[in-house]
């Protein structure tokens, strides 16, 4: 095989700037709720910019030239990681599954054009067995699925030491009425996904004993069988042994097809009335209809999920203004809002 040089590129000139943008949502105050925009990232790698920079420190520490990842071919984990580690100078082999071969998708693409090495299995079985044996004589780093490594940690620490400061910031900006007599002794809340887990984690470690309290919503499996991995992922990353009170961690409630109520949002700017749509609504139809009144697009395993039960809580009960965090992933579902070009 012919390699190419290898010449990491300085992090520093390279990497974009990756600001913290935090933005009202239209049709809510402000002292409610706010975005924070992972979202705005380039390439709508959200979040996974930090992870994926925090690992980039670890490996220029050890002087480690080449890193093998594993993932689904048309997730925003391994298109990330994939396009950032290979732009910043690294030699990346990647191991990826699908279920579906025929499906053609952004992150494929990504992920096509950006490892050096790729091979593609039709499950995820047979991708993790074969990453498993090349794991043993790797010559490098051997990242685990979703980049479960206490490196990460490098990228996200200070992005929730800033993103503690911009709160502090905006909580000065305006008082917080509680719709809710339940006592709370919380400032504010940061509100995630959680998918394996690990940004929650890191969040829920960093913000400990803070008046900033974090909360995981779980969206790909029950918070039982979550709650049972998370001391050994505490492990992984590197972060302390903390049990999680279990209240931290919400379960989207199931779709209730009684409670078909319509929500109307008054918009306090300009007063006019945004309808966030009818929960009989299929999800897809609701994030085009959330896109049209907010320019926010949300992702469809995600964020799609949880945020139309959020902003029916805060319209019942909050306990303190709420920050959710947007982490992006919704590039790979432009097709959702775009119009389909005549033939
Ligand atoms: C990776 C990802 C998550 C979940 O992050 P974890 O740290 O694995 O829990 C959530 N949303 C998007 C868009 C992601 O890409």
Redesign the pocket.
């Known amino acids: 095989m012919n390699l190419v040089p290898f010449h990491p590129f300085d992090t520093s000139t390279f990497f974009p700037e990756l600001p913290i943008q935090i933005s009202e949502v239209p049709g809510f105050a402000t002292s409610t709720l706010q975005f924070i925009r992972e979202d705005k990232l380039p390439f709508g790698f959200?979040?996974?910019w930090r992870?994926a920079l925090g690992i980039i420190q670890f490996l220029k520490e050890n002087e480690i030239q080449r890193i093998l990842l594993w993932g689904a071919i048309h997730?925003?984990?391994l298109a990330?990681f994939t396009t950032i580690l290979r732009r910043s100078g690294f030699f990346v082999d990647v191991v990826a599954y699908t279920r579906d071969p025929n499906l053609h998708s952004y992150n494929e693409r990504l992920v096509r054009g950006h490892s050096h090495t790729l091979v593609c299995y039709a499950n995820r079985k047979t991708a993790y067995e074969v990453w498993l044996q090349k794991e043993k004589k790797y010559s490098g780093l051997a990242l685990p699925e979703?980049g479960i490594h206490p490196g990460q940690k490098y990228g996200l620490i200070s992005f929730w030491m800033e993103l503690e400061k911009k709160i502090k910031d905006s909580l000065n900006s305006f008082s917080f009425v509680p719709t809710s007599a339940e006592f709370h002794s919380h400032e504010a809340i940061i509100r995630?996904?959680?998918?394996?887990?690990?940004?929650?984690l890191s969040a829920f470690d960093y913000f400990y004993e803070s008046p900033i309290l974090v909360q995981g919503v779980m969206v790909g499996e029950t918070k039982e069988t979550w709650l049972q991995k998370r001391e050994e992922l505490q492990k992984q990353l590197g972060l302390r042994n903390i049990p999680i009170p279990r209240e931290q961690i919400l379960e989207i409630p199931k779709n209730n097809e009684k409670s078909q109520t319509h929500i109307q949002f008054d918009n306090h700017l300009n007063k006019t009335s945004i309808s966030f749509g009818k929960q009989s609504k299929s999800s897809k139809d609701w994030i085009r209809e959330f896109y049209r009144n907010t320019n926010i697009l949300l992702?469809p395993?995600?964020?799609g999920m949880t945020v139309k039960p959020l902003l029916r809580e805060i319209n019942e009960k909050q306990i303190a203004p709420i920050f959710y965090l947007h982490?992006?992933?919704q590039i790979q579902h432009l097709d959702l809002i775009l119009e389909k070009s005549p033939k």
Request: net charge neutral; aromatic share 16%.
């Open positions: 959200g979040t996974k992870k997730g925003n984990y990330s979703f995630m996904e959680i998918g394996s887990g690990a940004t929650f992702e395993i995600y964020s982490q992006g992933g």
